[in-house]
Structure formats: C-alpha cells, structure tokens
C-alpha cells in the first residue's frame, strides 16, 4: 500500500472523501486566463462549441460564453445554477464538441479526460492541482499514452475554496492548466501564466450564481 505525506504543513493537495462532490468552484479569471492564451494563438473562437462537464454554479460557464458560440454545462449535482443533471462519465459518451473546457473531481480527472479527448474535435483543457503531474500510474496510463500539447503553470496562485467562491484568501496549493489537441503530434510544451488576476477580474465574478444567472 502506498505511503502519503498528510502533514498540514505540505498542503500540496486537497483531501476529499471518496465520496465528495469536489466542490471547489473556479474562480472566473482563472478560466479567462486560458481563453485569453489560447485565443492568442488562433486555437479558439466565436464558432466554435465548448462543453463543461462539471459545471458546479456556473462560474467557469459564464466566462467560456465569451470566447465560444455555444457552451454546454451539466453536472452530476444539481447546484441551482440550472444546469442538466447529469454523469459525464455514464452511459455512451456524449455528442462531439469543439472543446471540453473543465475542473474535474480529481480522483477522476483522469477519466474525464479519457472521455473528453474522445469527445473533443480540436481540444481538451483541464484546471488540476498540479500534482496531477506526478504518478508513475497517472504517466503510464495517461500522459505516455496521450501526451498534452501544453502544460500551462500559473504563476501566481489561484485560490479555490470548498463550497463556495470568494476573492479573498490564500492557498498553498498551486494548480496548472493541462491541453490536449487530439490532432496534433508535437512534443509537450511548458509555459507560464503570467500574473493577470487583476488585469481578468470582471464585476459580479463572486456573485453566487443562481437559475437562471449561469
């Protein structure tokens, strides 16, 4: 069985039941930041299709409307937001889109992806601790198999809470953007997220999103 590091001091993970719901919305900038990097370089657009699949309140949905035509949200549990009840990872997969643009439960972050890049025309981008790179499991099984074409490390950190979405706070815990584009074949690059929070904040980000308001 394997050993880990639960000591308070490290805080390189978020600890959940097997059980939870991973409830740690995104904040919006977090998501513009992506859509800004990858609008920049012609791999995103107002034609294109775009689902999330774990669309939680609503907080990466609202953003991704503004970089793609259509956005499609659903999620296992029903936050209010009103988005369609559903088990991304149940059944026959889903109806081909564009981009699947998401924050997976990280114990099954790796089967979103699976299913995503199936399910996914030009690309498939996930928001994951960045941890998510280590495992000798995880590289066997994943990113050997299906590397990413872009590992995008924030520089600065982005602070998610449980259960809700605030702007204020700290965390020890750093995250990273991961991309695939099942079309192309060149080597994983790394690059950074330069310090944007500011600058991609928008009024109403930390509003709580209702029915009606995703």
């Not at 699949?53 to 991704?64: E, S, W």
Request: charged share 20%.
């Amino acid at each position: 069985m394997s050993q880990q590091n639960r000591s308070s001091a490290v805080m390189q993970q978020r600890s959940e039941p097997h059980d939870s719901l991973d409830d740690f919305p995104t904040p919006p900038w977090a998501t513009r930041a992506l859509c800004e990097y990858l609008e920049n370089r012609h791999l995103v657009n107002s034609a294109m299709t775009c689902r999330e699949p774990a669309a939680n309140r609503g907080h990466m949905v609202r953003p991704l409307t503004d970089y793609f035509g259509e956005v499609i949200g659903s999620d296992i549990h029903d936050y209010g937001a009103g988005f369609p009840v559903a088990d991304y990872l149940f059944g026959p997969d889903p109806i081909e889109v564009d981009w699947t643009i998401t924050n997976p439960p990280f114990r099954l972050a790796q089967q979103f992806v699976e299913r995503a890049l199936r399910t996914s025309r030009c690309g498939v981008a996930v928001i994951v601790r960045s941890a998510f790179l280590e495992g000798v499991a995880r590289h066997r099984d994943l990113f050997a198999q299906h590397p990413p074409r872009l590992i995008l490390q924030f520089a600065e950190r982005v602070v998610m809470h449980k259960g809700k979405l605030s702007e204020k706070g700290s965390t020890a815990t750093a995250y990273c953007w991961i991309i695939w584009q099942p079309q192309q074949t060149t080597p994983t690059q790394f690059d950074w997220i330069a310090p944007c929070r500011k600058a991609l904040e928008r009024a109403g980000d930390y509003e709580e999103m209702t029915d009606g308001q995703a």
